[in-house]
């Protein structure tokens, strides 16, 4: 299973229910990754997504503790057990986990790859994602060379789990 995530220097990925920036060439990466694909999804992030509703092109699969909750378009789980569930039902490698922190909390053991666009700044947050660079478990296999929106200086970097599930 895969995960994707834009993080800060401090590894913090969003604020007050938002992400901590947005770039364009990393939404366009977003897309490309994740279009055809399943993304895995806790109720917040859903519902901070474009007029809160499921991406175009994906099979969206929402997890939350609300026994009512519905929404048009996607696959609402209210159980960890039963998004693992839904998810043997679909290529590994199609799979990825896009936040938000108590998602990737949950998931990240079940995970073996990690795409991350690491941005060089430090932002006020109130969530995070944990430091791979600092996971015994894991290891940098790609980084790109820098990228820049404005100011701000980026990259792309491809972990993966060292001894692999």
């Not at 569930?85 to 290529?91: D, F, I, R, S």
């Not at 940098?140 to 200086?153: I, K, R």
């Amino acid at each position: 299973m895969n995960l994707i995530v834009a993080v800060d220097k401090n590894w913090s990925i969003g604020n007050q229910g938002q992400l901590l920036v947005s770039i364009p060439e990393d939404k366009r990466l977003f897309r490309e990754e994740t279009l055809g694909k399943v993304i895995v999804m806790g109720r917040k992030t859903l519902e901070s997504l474009p007029g809160k509703q499921p991406l175009y092109g994906r099979v969206n699969i929402v997890l939350t503790k609300n026994p009512d909750y519905k929404v048009k378009g996607a696959i609402v789980c209210h159980s960890f057990q039963e998004v693992m569930e839904e998810l043997e039902k679909y290529e590994e490698n199609d799979c990825f986990i896009i936040g938000g922190q108590s998602m990737y909390e949950q998931f990240l053991p079940y995970c073996n790859v990690a795409h991350v666009t690491y941005i060089d700044y430090l932002y006020s947050a109130d969530t995070h994602f944990p430091n791979l660079d600092k996971d015994p478990e894991w290891v940098m296999m790609v980084e790109s060379d820098e990228q820049t929106y404005f100011n701000l200086c980026y990259t792309y970097r491809l972990y993966q789990r060292k001894n692999i599930k």
